[in-house]
């Protein structure tokens, strides 16, 4: 999924390219964890197009590069289909020469979902951009009570769709804070915010608190057609079958384009907070009255981000409350992305993450702190904390710096129309590696999840610190949802998507709640695999009638001492396990259906036919 192309200088005093590419050797590291500001050039192949490739199409060979740089291909056939007819134009020619072709988005994703780290120049595979033209999008119809149909092509990406939404007074609950996610891209992993039912609360038509996948009313496919031997088009309502492996297919299929059910838009008031002790924040439950709980304020707003930075002690709280009228205390903000201290990095800071990058790892405590205190004072004002701090900390947080801060503005209370408060980050912001899981449970366990890793990560982090080492030098982050609800979208007998991570259990009626569980990192962090196979065995631990794990798709996940996605043992068992249990179809079901609608494999990938099996 591709990066946006922004400008050479950013907002807030922030760090231009420029500056970036004029900087020390030190500051060398950061121009390369922020290299995704420059797309990938394209490159004339040697030997001429694919052989028969579909006349009329541009095709051309170019690097695909993940958000991180992680996955990295050697110039690969791409073409920019004009037309859901070019998109099958190109798979039916794939399928007559033995190619693949695999659907790309804006490359805002951690996992080897489209291709693998490595891809020779050699492999025959076509990758399509859907976001160069597949980007309409149409109001398909306003209902009396408030809620809309949106239609919106595979390429479109989120930024514009909730902004077409809003345009005409339609929001959407909950959606990924970056912009930057193709509409087919975010539907391929079941992509999520944060937002649970509040105490009290229900929600209005055409809003829900799982994925963007479960407001689908319909959509248009790539399958394979046995009658007429070839691929067709074929659009598929929610409660047709095949339509719920199609919700979270994973690339698996080729989706053009969908309509999805909105509501009625709310204005959201955004708290932050940086004054509560991870101790209380994640205390284990019964704590005493008065104590400020993650799982209280779940309760209190539904909506909730906590941003812990490794190796302090203090978390980021955001919270997002339904406010139809601006509070007097808060900032009315009437644009997206409203921090610009984390979007572009003040060039000292970036200087310090430019260290990291340099081999200097055993920063990652200090670089923790300084980003606690850049937040704290970027949102609050307050530079008690930076004053009172060591040496360290104020060569970085410098008085320039913190003037730059102060001149922008305080945004610890937001106030504006929904998609202002729900996008926050930008494709400048630091580049970072992340595992991801979610953790399924009772509303009524939701702290004891917390609590239970919180305790577990402080302690491993100890430990690891301990033997010199320093795996983590980013941020703990954590998000909170509801399950899926299909009559969300609004057509009777809708099903969940089957490979949803927040898919119900038929037989667990009881678990409402899923716990999303992020750990941040610069690539190429030393021991951080390690580190992460360590999280990712104790989640799966977990108490089986307290919480079901499942992976995160669009993130990292069965890790070895050495990578992602390698594990044997939870590719092939826990993974698909975790989408077994509970009754009513699921993991088997979804790829017996995405088999059947592409028998040929023509989209698919070595590690996608590794999984789906």
Excluded at 325 to 354: H, I, M
Excluded at 394 to 420: I, K
Excluded at 490 to 504: D, E, H, I, K, N
Aim: some cysteine; overall charge negative; proline content about 7%.
């Amino acid at each position: 999924m591709a990066e946006g192309t922004p400008g050479s200088s950013h907002e807030g005093g922030g760090l231009s390219r420029r500056t970036l590419l004029a900087s020390s050797a030190a500051a060398g590291g950061a121009v390369w964890l922020l290299r995704g500001l420059v797309r990938p050039g394209s490159a004339h192949a040697a030997s001429g197009p694919p052989p028969g490739f579909p006349a009329g199409l541009d095709v051309h060979q170019r690097v695909f590069e993940n958000w991180a740089g992680e996955i990295r291909t050697d110039q690969l056939w791409t073409c920019a289909p004009r037309t859901a007819q070019d998109v099958l134009d190109v798979v039916n020619w794939a399928h007559g020469v033995g190619w693949t072709v695999r659907a790309q988005g804006h490359r805002h994703g951690w996992a080897p979902l489209t291709v693998a780290a490595g891809t020779p120049a050699a492999a025959r595979v076509v990758l399509l951009d859907t976001t160069a033209h597949l980007t309409a999008m149409s109001l398909e119809q306003q209902a009396a009570d408030g809620s809309a149909a949106v239609r919106a092509q595979a390429g479109a990406s989120l930024e514009a769709l909730l902004g077409f939404a809003g345009a005409a007074g339609h929001g959407v609950t909950a959606a990924p804070a970056p912009g930057d996610l193709s509409v087919g891209g975010a539907l391929a992993i079941g992509a999520h915010g944060t937002a649970a039912p509040a105490a009290g609360e229900s929600p209005p038509p055409g809003h829900g608190y799982g994925s963007l996948s479960n407001l689908v009313t319909e959509l248009t496919a790539v399958v394979w057609d046995e009658g007429a031997g070839r691929y067709t088009l074929r659009t598929v309502g929610r409660a047709e079958p095949d339509c719920d492996a199609l919700l979270t297919h994973l690339g698996r299929s080729f989706v053009t384009e969908a309509v999805l059910r909105v509501g009625a838009d709310a204005n959201l008031r955004c708290r932050s907070f940086l004054d509560i002790p991870a101790t209380e924040l994640f205390a284990a439950p019964g704590a005493p009255a008065g104590t400020r709980t993650l799982a209280g304020f779940v309760d209190g707003t539904g909506r909730v981000e906590a941003i812990w930075f490794a190796f302090t002690d203090r978390p980021w709280l955001k919270t997002w409350s339904v406010t139809p009228d601006r509070p007097f205390a808060a900032r009315a903000v009437t644009a997206p992305y409203n921090y610009p201290f984390s979007d572009s990095l003040p060039e000292p800071v970036a200087r310090l993450a430019g260290d990291l990058v340099s081999g200097a790892w055993a920063s990652a405590p200090l670089f923790g702190q300084v980003q606690y205190l850049l937040a704290k004072v970027a949102l609050t004002g307050d530079i008690t904390d930076v004053l009172l701090s060591g040496t360290l900390v104020r060569d970085v947080l410098t008085g320039d710096v913190l003037t730059h801060l102060l001149a922008d503005g305080l945004r610890s209370d937001l106030w504006g129309a929904s998609r202002n408060l729900l996008e926050y980050v930008r494709p400048t912001t630091l580049r970072e590696t992340a595992n991801g899981y979610a953790v399924l449970t009772r509303r009524a366990d939701l702290q004891w999840v917390v609590s239970s890793f919180a305790g577990f990560y402080r302690t491993l982090l100890a430990q690891y610190a301990a033997r010199g080492e320093y795996p983590v030098n980013g941020q703990v982050e954590i998000r909170v949802t509801g399950l899926e609800d299909p009559s969300v979208c609004g057509v009777p007998g809708a099903r969940p998507p089957l490979l949803s991570a927040l898919r119900p259990s038929s037989d667990r009626p009881d678990v409402d709640t899923a716990v999303w569980i992020d750990i941040l990192s610069l690539p190429g962090t030393p021991a951080l695999h390690r580190f992460y196979r360590d999280i990712e065995q104790y989640l799966l631990s977990l108490d089986g009638d307290r919480a079901t794990v499942r992976v995160e798709w669009s993130k990292g996940w069965a890790y070895t001492d050495t990578a992602a996605w390698a594990a044997p043992e939870v590719l092939t068992g826990a993974v698909p396990d975790s989408l077994r249990a509970g009754g009513g179809p699921g993991w088997d079901a979804a790829v017996a259906v995405l088999d059947r609608l592409d028998p040929h494999h023509v989209l698919s990938s070595p590690f996608l036919d590794a999984l789906l099996r």
